[in-house]
């Protein structure tokens, strides 16, 4: 399996590890890598779009020429994750973006880009999953806000009652790190999409 996790800006290094993990777990063997260049892109099986600041993931990703072949291998069915700013890339929609940013536009949800402001900026809390009944720790940095689900996008994590994360077809997003855990069972999840 050949997984790529964009690496222009944020936390690359921890989802690598994260989705090395998982594959270990789920016996599967292949390549984690940083992800740069639209070449890299030939064969790969799966995309992880980490946090970060998403102003800068989405001007490195179009001057480096991902933005529009992600976004063509998203809408043709390629799982893709992204975490966080990842998120904010994913969405159809975005409120609080700065006028040139630009998104991948995959996911039927519409985000709050800085949505907790400063006094509640980073915070843990237990998670519920759709898929597991065992509890998943939330770390929350400068999270965005999912403030609507639409079309096709089904929750797939709840912070009490609210919607942290959500999966359409291949696709995953979450307003929380799972990178920062020792817990896998969310990338494990997302690279079932990819086998
Ligand atoms: N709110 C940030 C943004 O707009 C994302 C923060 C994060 O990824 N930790 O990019």
């Known amino acids: 399996m050949k997984v790529g996790v964009i690496g222009v800006q944020g936390a690359v290094s921890e989802h690598i590890e994260a989705a090395k993990k998982a594959m270990e777990k789920l016996g599967v063997s292949g390549k984690v890598f940083w992800l740069k260049k639209p070449e890299q892109l030939e064969s ?11 102003t ?7 001057k480096n020429g991902l933005l529009d072949k992600v976004r063509e291998l ?14 904010i890339m994913l969405a159809k929609e975005v409120d609080g973006a700065i006028e040139e940013q630009r998104f991948l536009e995959l996911l039927d949800i519409k985000v709050n880009r800085n949505a907790y402001g ?15 009944e065992e509890p ?8 965005p806000r999912i403030v609507e689900v639409f079309g096709k996008a089904k929750p797939l994590a709840y912070c009490r009652n609210e919607v942290v994360g959500v999966e359409q077809d291949g696709l995953i997003g979450l307003t929380f790190h799972p990178e920062l855990t020792d817990d896998t ?6 690279l079932r999409k990819a086998l």
Do not use: W
């Not at 800068?56 to 179009?62: G, H």
């Not at 400063?118 to 597991?132: H, I, K, N």
């Open 44 to 54: 790969i099986d799966a995309i992880i779009i980490p946090g970060g600041e998403s």
């Open 118 to 132: 400063r006094q509640v900026d980073s915070f843990e809390a237990p998670l519920r999953l759709t898929f597991d």
């Open 185 to 190: 069972r969310l990338h494990e999840y997302f």
């Open 56 to 62: 800068t993931i989405s001007r490195l990703m179009v």
């Open 136 to 143: 998943f720790l939330g770390v929350f940095i400068r999270a």
């Open 74 to 87: 998203g809408e043709s069915g390629l799982p893709i994750i992204g975490t966080c700013a990842g998120l």
